[in-house]
């Protein structure tokens, strides 16, 4: 299933993600995912395993031009020139020329002229062929609002958090009003499982279960079904070879409404990853080693 994006560009719908894998795992993830059928693969320069995720492309046997690579911009590289010297690196880590997606990894709220910046180094690297699609993670209504005021092209994503217990109903609007699709990260709520603060979990929720029960499906598919007939892409991370295929296993069933509006009203309001107005250079920064 692919999703098209506002600049005609097919990307599919689902994608592995590899935030917090090792080095190791993710060679074999992406081998993994890529024989299981995944053509998508999200990574980051600060997540510090490009490399591997292109050697597990490698490894995959299958050829890189069925397969849609995205990779994000770190804040320490934000700027024109460090953003187009921040593809270098990445392509060079991946091993391509070119990169099917490539997104600012978080606003800097307080040094919001280097993010301005570093999306005018992405749409020059757009007109220059180098990359497909260009877009941001983490933007909230007033980063885009900004944003679009101060550049040219629109985003052809915005990477965000969302899964049912964190839903970002604004976000997603003001992604939609701008023709910008919303790409979940977190889409099955694994950050909700890792607080250790005895708070619920997505995956032990007794709506989502009961929603799963009868569709002979997991927790995790039900949320991923649920985030696909939102129109979102989604993102969903594992090392585990058999669950790296069941995230993949979600186009034989659908939801009902009633179903898609029990899982609407699982959402609490709280975020699980870091405010994004508290991502500062002095905070967050690090640096991003060569290829």
């Known amino acids: 299933m692919n999703i098209t994006l506002n600049n005609g560009v097919a990307m599919p719908a689902i ?48 050829d890189r031009s069925d397969i849609f690579i995205e990779t994000k911009v770190w804040i320490s ?14 392509a060079a ?18 040094a919001f002229e280097k993010t301005i910046d570093a999306y005018l180094g992405l749409e020059q690297l757009l007109a220059d062929g180098r990359v497909q699609a260009i877009g941001v993670s983490n933007f909230m209504p007033e980063h885009l609002a900004t944003l679009r005021e101060r550049t040219s092209i629109v985003p052809a994503v915005n990477q965000i958090e969302v899964h049912p217990y964190f839903t970002q109903p604004a976000v997603r609007q003001a992604n939609a009003d701008l023709g910008i699709l919303t790409q979940a990260w977190s889409p099955i709520g694994g950050i909700t499982s890792y607080r250790g603060d005895g708070a619920r979990s997505t995956f032990t929720d007794p709506v989502i279960l009961a929603i799963a029960a009868l569709h002979g499906k997991s927790a995790a598919q039900v949320m991923l ?34 179903q898609m509006g029990a899982l609407d009203a699982l959402d609490t309001g709280v975020r699980g990853g870091p405010e994004p107005d508290s991502i500062t250079l002095a905070a967050f920064g690090r640096e991003i080693p060569e290829a």
């Open 77 to 90: 590289d934000y700027g024109y020139d460090a953003t187009l010297h921040a593809f270098e690196k990445s």
């Open 15 to 62: 994608g592995l993600g590899v935030f917090q894998t090792s080095p190791k795992d993710t060679v074999d993830a992406v081998a993994a995912a890529l024989q299981t059928g995944y053509r998508h693969i999200d990574t980051a320069a600060a997540y510090a395993n490009e490399r591997e995720v292109g050697e597990g492309i490698r490894r995959s046997g299958i």
């Open 225 to 258: 079904r649920w985030q696909l007939q939102l129109g979102h892409s989604v993102i969903p991370k594992s090392v585990r070879a058999e669950r790296i295929a069941e995230n993949f296993d979600v186009f034989d069933f659908e939801l009902t409404p009633e």
């Open 93 to 110: 880590k991946l091993g391509v020329d070119q990169l099917d997606l490539f997104i600012l990894h978080q606003p800097l709220p307080t």
